[in-house]
């Protein structure tokens, strides 16, 4: 037996058993890891190259306060930024507060009152959900505004050509595209599905702006949204481009009068994106976007053996561990609500942070069911840092994803295991 899984064993009180199915599972996983891998090697030539040709230098990791006018970091960083999604223009702030944030003020600064939007990829990402308008009375809402928004849904896991051609019509002014599977039990969606889906939209309408909500998708595979005819993206630097060492921030990354635009409402018109101190934020996300794709590498290697582990013991999980990867979450369909209460507990109970305390289920704003919540992170919420949270609602499905070492991954997911089992 290996040192680490003498370790793992008696950390997490396991049985021969248990081991034996470790070693198994981690051998099986071998030509998956070995994908991720290059994959990684592959992403971390393209930021070096991005670092290099944008000149990065040691005083370009300090910031600027007050107005911000000429924080050559934060000009040198949006570079990279751009240079790396192949963007004409990026913006990359820390007074984006959120992904959410990101994604509204892209919406907010492009579409005007009587334009439509509509999402091809099924109802958006809860948050967001919000900021569209769920009715008429709620304030500061798109709908709020005078703008329309509809949505049609995937088939299959991939969009509905016939009827995104139907609902989308050149009088839609933005379609958005959600990446990621978010918190359903969807498959993220490749980039190659996402090229078609570009395909379909601008032989509708060429004017037609195509927004891809990137979150959780940056580094996992070779290319991004921008290469493949999307016109805007954003995302959040608390998952997998802040590489786990931004503090907070948001991007934006696209054709630069959309930027430009987003800039506008991100500030003020006329002092749109020159202003925005970057205080102490260049060096960790100058960092972060370095180590990017190591972290990414981990979270998905850990991914990919929690998948195959839980599956081993009976769990129905997607994607599968032989499934091909587009973003970093793992769902686990536990069927009982104990088992996903005890597993989110076994999470917590591994992690370096608020290892003692006990995560319980509880109603949250917005939210129909009661929701449980897990991960002790460094960075208050971070979701490249390893963590869980599932609806208390039939299949009792966890949504797992993160983690900033393959180890720390694979020490918990046994952990968790173990517990809800005893
Ligand atoms: C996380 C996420 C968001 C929102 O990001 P926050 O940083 O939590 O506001 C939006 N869309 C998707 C698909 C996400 O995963």
């Known amino acids: 037996m290996s040192y680490f899984l003498q370790q793992l064993k008696a950390y997490a009180g396991l049985d021969d058993t248990d081991v034996a199915l470790i070693e198994k599972v981690m051998h099986d996983i071998e030509p998956q890891w070995a994908h991720i891998t290059d994959m990684t090697q592959a992403n971390q030539i393209k930021v070096l190259e991005a670092f290099q040709k944008n000149q990065v230098a040691d005083f370009h990791l300090n910031g600027s306060t007050g107005y ?15 240079e790396l999604f192949k963007a004409e223009k990026a913006l990359v702030r820390s007074n984006l507060v959120s992904g959410t944030h990101a994604i509204a003020t892209v919406l907010f600064g492009i579409l005007r009152a009587g334009d439509e939007a509509v999402s091809i990829s099924g109802m958006p990402y809860d948050t967001l959900q919000t900021v569209i308008g769920k009715s008429d009375d709620a304030r500061g809402t798109l709908r709020e505004f005078g703008v329309s928004h509809k949505s049609v849904p995937l088939v299959d896991n991939d969009f509905d050509e016939e009827a995104i051609r139907k609902a989308v019509t050149p009088k839609t002014k933005m379609v958005l595209i959600q990446r990621s599977r978010g918190y359903e039990w969807r498959d993220s969606l490749s980039i190659e599905k996402i090229a078609r889906a570009c395909d379909i939209v601008k032989s509708i309408s060429e004017d037609i702006i195509v927004f891809v909500d990137n979150c959780y998708g940056e580094f996992v595979e070779e ?5 493949v005819g999307a016109d805007i993206i954003a995302g959040s630097l608390i ?11 948001g991007y934006i990354a696209g054709r630069a009068d959309l930027v430009d635009a987003s800039g506008e409402r991100l500030t003020a018109p006329g002092i749109s994106e020159d202003v925005s101190s970057a205080l102490d934020f260049n060096r960790p996300a100058f960092q972060g976007l370095f180590m990017a794709p190591l972290i990414v590498e981990q979270a998905l290697k850990g991914a990919v053996f929690s998948a195959a582990y839980l599956a081993a013991k009976g769990y129905t999980v997607s994607p599968t561990a032989d499934a091909p990867r587009t973003d970093i979450i793992q769902c686990i369909a536990f069927g009982d609500p104990d088992k996903l209460r005890k597993f989110c507990q076994g999470i917590q109970a591994a992690s370096a942070l608020e290892s003692y305390v006990t995560p319980y289920d509880d109603q949250l704003p917005g939210y129909d069911d009661p929701v449980i919540m897990a991960g002790g992170t460094f960075i208050q919420g971070s979701s490249i840092e390893l963590s869980i949270d599932g609806p208390m609602r039939e299949p009792y499905i966890g949504y797992m994803q993160g983690g900033l070492s393959i180890s720390h991954i694979i020490t918990s997911v046994c952990l968790a ?3 809800m089992e005893a």
């Open 239 to 249: 998952k997998n481009p802040g590489g786990a060492m931004a503090p907070r921030g």
């Open 223 to 227: 290319r991004e949204p921008l290469e």
């Open 68 to 82: 911000g006018y000429g924080d050559t970091g934060r000009d040198v960083l949006e570079g990279v930024w751009a």
């Open 417 to 419: 295991a173990k517990r």
